[in-house]
């Protein structure tokens, strides 16, 4: 009979786990060994919240649930604004933390929470660990993980649990799942004639499409029709930006221009759009939805939902178009028109360094397959317009929660999946001051992630939002440290820039350099201002 600890860390195994990430405990001691003992890596963050930020940055890219795990009481109440995190961006991880043996918590206080009631609401399923439906667990929390739409998975270990003999592996085990499809060749031509029968329709691109993998459908449809493409903050990089129909990313920096194109609009083909990347409500009007699941939220309008395998759907609907002899809805000037409109209103220079100069050197420079990561604040809306993937699946941020703090942890995260490419997280100096410690688990990993430290010392973001209420600043500035002398003393390479060129020197030390390397950029948050 093997332990209860070393059955679930099988099991994760056999489902592609590598890593769980976490600050251990002694209640789950017992489980950390059946993870060493399996040879599933466990690596000791700083926080736990950063654990579960890194634990759905492996989900987000690679689709197999990332794993996390802390004690109880405040190594769980730790835990859960990554889990809350990942919930609202849908990333399938699962969060374990220990617990009481019940009969201690007959009578015992301390420690002691309700952890399937503090999980309840930020989960799709949680439950105890029972050693003697061990495998069951783990298989079951997989399936529900990545099922559409993905999210966490609470598991409650009592702290006696892991250490039983769990029961001989059942016949649980995974299946090849076939989705039915409702959707018939009508309902494409019915889409079709509505697309035919608009003048200036809109292609929105979201977070599900990019789970999808519908690159090629999608490019297919939008060379077809020829309509203005936007893309929600987690569908950025599905759709080429260099394309000559992509003209930004909605709720990001100068998305005032894309909503006024939005509602101008008299068509929203929406593809795989998520109402919880939206902070804006669209007006009312005709729309083609297509989606993994209805549209339940009701968030957007829309005339016609095709649900379903979203790639697939793309192609019929392509098909249909053929058929029904669609030709192009804009002229191309007139969609540059609209990203010349979107660039003029972010302020391009200033008399210092401003977040569109280093944003222009780093889509000059950095390698076509470097993976992208951003963390909350201002930073992050110039980040999200600025920044041009060059691929789909690279660019990873918080955006239903919006969390600081995690642009640093899913760079290390998306380094250690993809260890022979870039990895670089933008974030502001407010957040980097919350999560500092995880530069050393960066250098102690040997992860070769850069880190951009957009300083100002101000939370300006919130400075902003003061300013246009009329307010004056207060409990937005802080005192910053030097950062580069912070990055030497835990192991990293560092520099500090101020222009463009230096950026230029730095990135190229940066790329070449044997382990986590950081910058620090003296940015002037006026060129966070729209026009």
Known sequence: MEKASEAAAKALKEAGVKFVFGVPGGEITDLVEGFRNQGVQFILTHHEATAAFMAGAVGELTGVPGVCAATLGPGATNLVSGVAQAYLDRSPIIAFTGQMPGWRRLTETHQVLDLQALFAPITKWHCALEPKRCRETILKAVDVACSERPGPVYIEVPADAA????????????????????????????????????????????????????????????????????????????????????????????????????????????????????????????????????????????????????????????????????????????????????????????????????FSVMNRMLPEDTMMSCDVGAHKFATGQLWQPKRPRSFLVSNGLSSMGYGLASAIAAKLIYPKRPSVAVVGDGGLLMYAGELETAARLGTAVIIVVCADRTLSLIKMNQERKGYPPCGVEFTSPDWTAVARGMGLGAVRVETERDLEGALELALSWQGPFLIEANIDPAGYRTR
Not at 279 to 285: E, S
Not at 314 to 335: F, N, Q, R, T
């Open 163 to 358: 250490n039983q003999e769990a029961e001989l592996p059942d016949p649980y085990t995974f299946t090849v799942r076939y989705m039915a499809e409702a959707c018939t060749s009508d309902a494409f031509l019915e889409s079709a004639r509505l697309l035919q029968s608009s003048l200036r329709p809109v292609l929105v691109v979201g977070a599900a499409a990019l789970r999808s993998k519908c690159d090629d459908a999608l490019r297919e449809f939008v060379d077809l029709v020829q309509i203005p493409v936007l893309a929600t903050p987690k569908g950025k990089g599905l759709f080429p930006e260099d394309h000559e129909c992509f003209v930004g990313t909605l709720e990001m920096l100068g998305s005032a221009v894309l909503f006024e194109l939005l509602h101008s609009s008299d068509l929203v083909v929406s593809v795989g759009v998520d109402a919880v990347e939206l902070m804006r409500r669209w007006q009312p009007k005709p729309g083609i939805c297509l989606d993994l699941v209805p549209n339940l939220d009701h968030y957007y309008t829309c005339s016609i939902e095709l649900v379903g395998p979203i790639g697939k759907h793309l192609s019929l609907l392509s098909s249909a178009v053929l058929s029904c002899a669609i030709g192009p809805k804009w002229s191309k000037s007139e969609i540059r028109d609209w990203k010349r409109r979107l660039y003029d209103s972010i302020p391009v220079s200033g008399a210092n360094f401003y977040p569109s100069q280093l």
